[in-house]
């Protein structure tokens, strides 16, 4: 993943202007933030729900990009050119056929396998995620498909340097939309009967069945909530980095499950606290140190977060019964 | 509050001073102390949540105490100082075997691998780590042959050689039990401490374990530690009896003292005495009179 | 099966016909809006951009086939199993004729009643509706099997049998590259398999026996590769010295990595090895003085017998396998020395963990996988039990690196993805855990059969990604699940007991 040359940010390398660079680095760390942040919400809900590292959840971002992609290029081909109206439009569709897949995923690979042993769920994931990034390869061909921009322009400021700080309109829409989703999704999981019955079975699986909360069908939201969420990054990335390829998801879904990791899983604050995270240490990393250990970095902080703090910063601490 | 002293002859065997735990806000052990001694089953009583099994991690080494001191005094080896160990030496050094509550085999071995599995770091050493086990030396299966017989020894006393070769998962439930204590005592230990290892048993088995204890007890001097909530096997074969309450060390003394001690008598009805008692209870406290 | 005397004539409840139309219907929805979004429109590259072209035909053909086949699920599953059969062969046909009928002619008529673009799938479709036909009649014969039933019995069969089967296939295998049929191909496949068996049985220490799930075990394999391949470049040694030097490194790589995170739990010690296989492989890749980076080590020496090359004639003007025995020269020669010394070092990883099985170790680590705060609690120390079984599996994955590093003679970093520690990991699984010759099974289910099939090579790591997910689903416990106990009470039951 191309993490420097984002859109939005200005060429890096100007290392003249320290203030500026910064500035820049940490609007493009918070950016890529929220996108490993929306898909982490995923990880962290099936986890803290049935326990399990929904490993193929990074494919279903990758399905929410080219979903994003295909509907772009169809408003395109039919003429529907005004951008709030196709970004609209695209959001929806996104989310829609992807939370399909989100809902096929469970049903078929891992609602057969709800008593087995973690591994089988685990090989199950695993093998669901192999298919899935064939499959897209299959349908959609093995080459990296560029989309042109689709929004462009933005803020500058601290124009008096020659190192222009650039927050641009795109940048802009990816902030204010996730944080939208965030209060969308606070409300459903505090205040409604799904977000009720998805917090009495994160508590306890058994009991919430017994107490008559449809256990399968909180399940099934679940994984389509978090699809959605995922589908939304999809289209967030593909935005941002104008490309996308079936392989996106790998990478992607590492980094989103570190960031899942690092807040503390189980918890949703801390899924979003941890993708900013991972995103600030990542667009710093690759600033300031190199890029092509950018993603060693993750995978070094989730060693470290497990190894020091395997509650993650906002988990609740888990004491060893015996 | 001074450290408490033996109240019957024995040598003593554990002494737990001051034992205080803290699980954030919540004081599970608020400042313990007591003695077991060698050749005596001590029991450990008290309503739910009284810090029965959180004292024995302690002892055990799953949880480091918060405060205090647990001394165990080793016949042979001298003192070790448990709270400072590791969970794993103190069996392996101290002498120190338990069991749990909620039953922990290991289901998909054999019941004799389960005790060949507890005399572990002896054949590790004759095993020479490994290696003399790889090459097949001769002192390995010396070792071996040895260690099969002191399981052979458990499963007879426990009943369950039959059931060798048979997976510990797939046996009935007061067979797991009993093969628990088989496996605890092939380590080799010096105290015992057994949570509540008569629960879910059938008066049968009930008074089967009590016999088994008595045996352990007096045929291989050794101490005992036992939670259990079956008033008729706590009367009747432990020596000496700690009640704990809300953490605390409410009551210490011989099943006689304990069963006449009113603040025992409050903390297992409550403090309103006027409500009539469950008649069960009532039957149960004129049984064991 | 005492009662199938009762159950020869059973009275089938009536059928609910809006029902089935009802759960059909919302399968055949479901797959409609899966299928819709990516089998309904492609993307298209075309000069200057991206195109959009629109596949409703095959969406349409996919959603009536979900119906059909839910609904024949269904009959199957009510014991109707005339109709299943009829519509089975039916479908097939249909297919199988149309197949037929359009071959040379893409562009025909005919080929345009094909449900799918692509001949494989359709193929697959027609098998897939065939083998439901089977079934109906398979039950239908049997009358009172339930279909999960049959599973459960064929497994145990296959595991009684897997006791004889063992040195039957030990016997095939080593007499296999003189067998009539054993091309340079089959030899290929062959020790691609064993290499591959290899490490699942190495992968098998860390994950059937001690309970590590290990998601980076291509980090040992590669670190293997990687240290034969060096040391054979810049000290001028050869593979028999390399090979325990890589192993060693395998070994202590194993140690390093393990040493932190082995106290963790199942998944999170599975995504932290992950992360540590992704990160050796960044390392090999961005380390260029020392590894060549993604350009790859080339020149790799090539094993030879005791200082026996496998060339027509030998550089330095020694002797070679050939003249040595007085030989004609066949290039078959390396492949089948190849194929035996993986065959050798399989048999070699097989032995060792046959024998430390039985030793305290072993009944240990097993210990562990089944309960380790009991293990603690009878005085094993947890950490080193676990290390000891993290670098033992590694030492092996280090064995199987400087194999494939000499057999190719070429090494980069493209060849350690996760991809591979994936595929030994599903090995393992897949073939049952703990179980030896299910990861033979597995091997050749995963491995064999598809390069076999080259020529479907796109549609290899789809239906590798499938059968991951079915063979889960239908046994969650493995092909071969089943465990020998490491010894019996009757092995010892000594002459003086039996007096007493």
């Known amino acids: 993943m191309p993490a420097n040359v984002t859109r939005g940010g200005s060429p890096v390398n100007c290392k003249g202007f320290v203030m500026e660079y910064f500035l820049q680095q940490l609007i493009n760390g918070l950016t890529l933030g929220m996108i490993y942040g929306l898909i982490a919400i995923g990880y962290t809900m099936v986890y803290g729900i049935i326990g399990m590292i929904n490993f193929a959840h990074g494919e279903i971002f990758m399905i929410g990009a080219f979903v994003s992609l295909i509907t772009f290029l169809l408003l395109g081909a039919l003429g529907i050119t005004w951008i709030p109206l196709a970004v609209l439009v695209v959001l929806i569709a996104t989310m829609l056929f992807t939370s399909v897949y989100g809902w096929t995923l469970e049903r078929v690979a891992y609602r057969p396998l709800r008593d087995s042993p973690r591994l089988a769920a685990l090989i199950t994931a695993i093998g669901m995620s192999i298919f899935l990034q064939n499959y897209v390869q299959l349908l959609q061909g093995a080459r990296i498909k560029p989309l042109p921009p689709v929004i462009s322009g933005g803020f500058r400021f601290m124009k008096e340097s020659d190192f222009v700080v650039t927050l641009s309109y795109l940048q802009v829409f990816i902030i204010l939309l996730t944080i939208t989703l965030m209060l969308v999704f606070t409300y459903v999981i505090n205040r409604t009967s799904f977000g009720r019955a998805q917090r009495a079975c994160q508590q306890d699986l058994g009991m919430a069945a017994l107490i008559g909360i449809n256990v399968d069908r909180t399940i099934s939201l679940t994984f389509v909530t978090g699809a959605s969420l995922a589908s939304v990054a999809g289209l967030m990335f593909l935005m941002n980095y104008g490309v996308i390829d079936f392989y996106i998801g790998f990478l992607a879904g590492i980094k989103a499950f570190t960031a899942a990791v690092l807040g503390g899983i189980g918890s949703l604050p801390g899924a979003m606290l941890g993708g900013l995270l991972i995103g600030l240490i990542e667009a710093f990393w690759s600033a300031y140190f190199t890029v092509e250990y950018k993603d060693v970095a993750a995978f070094a902080i989730l060693v470290l977060v497990l190894i020091f703090r395997p509650t993650g910063l906002l988990g609740k601490p888990d004491i060893e019964k015996v | 509050m001074s450290v408490a002293a033996p109240d019957k002859l024995g040598d003593s065997l554990i002494t737990v001073e001051h034992l205080t735990m803290r699980f954030g806000g919540l004081v599970a052990i608020d400042d313990v102390s007591f003695q077991g001694a060698n050749r005596e089953i001590t029991a450990i009583i008290g309503p739910n949540g009284a810090g029965k099994t959180t004292l024995f991690n302690c002892l055990t080494g799953f949880y480091k105490p918060t405060v205090g001191r647990l001394t165990l005094h080793h016949p042979r080896k001298g003192d070790f100082l448990l709270e400072r160990m590791e969970g794993y030496q103190i069996p392996q050094r101290a002498g120190v075997a338990r069991t749990f509550q909620n039953i922990r085999l290991f289901p998909a071995m054999s019941v004799l691998e389960n005790l060949i599995v507890a005399q572990h770091n002896a054949l590790m050493r004759a095993s020479g780590y490994s290696v003399a086990g790889l090459l097949g030396l001769r002192g390995y299966r010396q070792a071996e042959r040895q260690a099969v017989e002191l399981a052979r020894f458990w499963m007879d006393r426990t009943g369950l050689t039959d059931r060798a070769d048979i997976d510990a998962g797939n046996l009935p439930y007061g067979d797991q039990r009993r093969l628990e204590i088989a496996r605890a005592m092939c380590t080799n230990p010096v105290l015992l401490c057994l949570d509540e290892p008569a629960a879910g048993l059938n008066p049968r088995e009930s008074s089967d374990l009590n016999a088994l204890l008595r045996y352990i007890r007096d045929e291989h001097s050794i101490g005992i530690l036992l939670i259990e909530h079956d008033m008729s096997v706590v009367m009747e074969i432990s020596d000496h009896i700690i009640v704990l309450d809300y953490g605390r060390r409410i009551a210490a003394g011989t099943p006689e003292e304990i069963r006449n001690n009113p603040d025992v008598?409050?903390?297992?009805?409550?403090?309103?005495?006027?409500?009539p008692l469950p008649p069960e209870v009532v039957r149960d406290m004129e049984e064991e009179r | 099966m005492t009662e199938r005397s009762a159950t020869t004539s059973p009275v089938l409840p009536p059928l609910?016909?809006?029902?089935?139309?009802?759960?059909?219907?919302?399968?055949?929805?479901?797959?409609?809006?899966?299928?819709?979004?990516?089998?309904?429109?492609?993307?298209?590259?075309?000069?200057?951009?991206?195109?959009?072209?629109?596949?409703?035909?095959?969406?349409?053909?996919a959603t009536v086939l979900a119906f059909t086949g839910r609904v024949v699920l269904i009959l199957l599953h009510k014991r109707r199993h005339l109709p299943v059969i009829?519509?089975?062969?039916?479908?097939?046909?249909?297919?199988?004729?149309?197949?037929?009928?359009?071959?040379?002619?893409?562009?025909?008529?005919?080929?345009?009643?094909?449900?799918?673009?692509?001949?494989?799938?359709?193929?697959?479709?027609?098998?897939?509706?065939?083998?439901?036909?089977?079934?109906?009649?398979?039950?239908?014969?049997?009358?009172?099997?339930?279909?999960?039933?049959?599973?459960?019995?064929?497994?145990?069969?296959?595991?009684?049998?897997?006791?004889?089967?063992?040195?039957l296939m030990l016997g095939f295998a080593v007499v296999l590259p003189f067998l009539p049929f054993a091309d340079r191909r089959l030899l290929d496949i062959a020790i691609l398999v064993v290499t591959y068996v290899m490490l699942g049985w190495g992968l098998n220490i860390v994950v059937g026996l001690a309970g590590l799930l290990d998601l980076g075990y291509v980090a040992f394999y590669a670190v293997g590769a990687y240290s034969y391949a060096l040391l054979a470049i810049n000290f001028d040694l050869g593979f028999w010295v390399c090979l325990p030097f890589a192993g060693i490194m395998a070994a202590f790589a194993g140690i390093l990595l393990g040493f932190p995170v082995l106290r963790l739990r199942g998944d999170y010690l599975a995504i932290v090895t992950l992360g540590f296989g992704e990160m050796i492989r960044v390392i090999l890749?961005?380390?260029?003085?020392?590894?060549?980076?993604?350009?790859?080590?080339?020149?790799?020496?090539?094993?030879?017998?005791?200082?026996?090359?496998?060339?027509?004639?030998?550089?330095?003007?020694?002797?070679?396998?050939?003249?040595?025995?007085?030989?004609?020269?066949?290039?078959?020669?390396?492949?089948?020395?190849?194929?035996?010394?993986i065959l050798i070092l399989a048999l070699v990883t097989n032995f060792f963990t046959m024998r430390i099985r039985r030793l305290p170790i072993g009944r240990a680590w097993e210990a562990l996988r089944e309960d380790e705060v009991a293990c603690r609690s009878i005085g094993i120390n947890p950490r080193n039990t676990k290390l000891t079984a993290f670098s033992i599996g590694a030492m092996f994955?280090?064995?199987?690196?400087?194999?494939?590093?000499?057999?190719?003679?070429?090494?980069?970093?493209?060849?350690?993805?996760?991809?591979?520690?994936?595929?030994?990991?599903?090995?393992?699984v897949l073939g049952g855990m703990g179980s030896q010759i299910g990861v033979v099974f597995a091997a050749i289910l995963l491995i064999g059969l598809p390069e076999f099939f080259r020529e479907l090579q796109q549609y290899r790591m789809l239906a590798f990604g499938a059968a991951m997910v079915a063979i889960m689903v239908w046994r969650p416990r493995g092909l071969l699940a089943f465990r020998d106990p490491t010894i019996r009470l009757s092995d010892h039951d000594t002459a003086p007991e039996k007096q007493t």
């Open chain 3, 397 to 428: 994955g280090g064995f199987g690196g400087s194999f494939f590093a000499t057999r190719q003679g070429f090494i980069s970093p493209e060849s350690f993805t996760f991809i591979e520690s994936a595929i030994i990991l599903a090995i393992v």
């Open chain 3, 86 to 167: 009829l519509v089975g062969l039916a479908i097939a046909a249909v297919i199988l004729g149309l197949v037929v009928a359009a071959r040379g002619a893409p562009e025909s008529a005919t080929a345009a009643w094909l449900p799918f673009e692509s001949v494989v799938v359709n193929v697959l479709v027609a098998v897939a509706a065939l083998v439901l036909a089977g079934r109906a009649a398979w039950s239908a014969w049997r009358r009172d099997v339930g279909v999960s039933d049959e599973a459960v019995e064929l497994a145990a069969r296959v595991h009684k049998a897997a006791i004889f089967l063992g040195p």
């Open chain 3, 16 to 61: 609910d016909a809006v029902g089935i139309v009802r759960e059909a219907g919302l399968t055949a929805f479901v797959v409609f809006a899966l299928t819709f979004s990516l089998v309904g429109f492609k993307v298209e590259d075309v000069p200057g951009g991206l195109d959009i072209v629109t596949r409703f035909d095959q969406v349409l053909a």
């Open chain 3, 285 to 341: 890749l961005n380390w260029y003085e020392f590894t060549k980076g993604p350009d790859g080590i080339s020149g790799i020496p090539r094993p030879t017998l005791f200082g026996l090359p496998f060339t027509r004639t030998d550089p330095d003007g020694g002797e070679t396998f050939h003249s040595f025995f007085g030989l004609t020269y066949s290039p078959l020669d390396r492949i089948i020395f190849l194929y035996y010394l």
């Open chain 2, 265 to 275: 008598i409050r903390a297992y009805l409550g403090e309103n005495e006027d409500e």
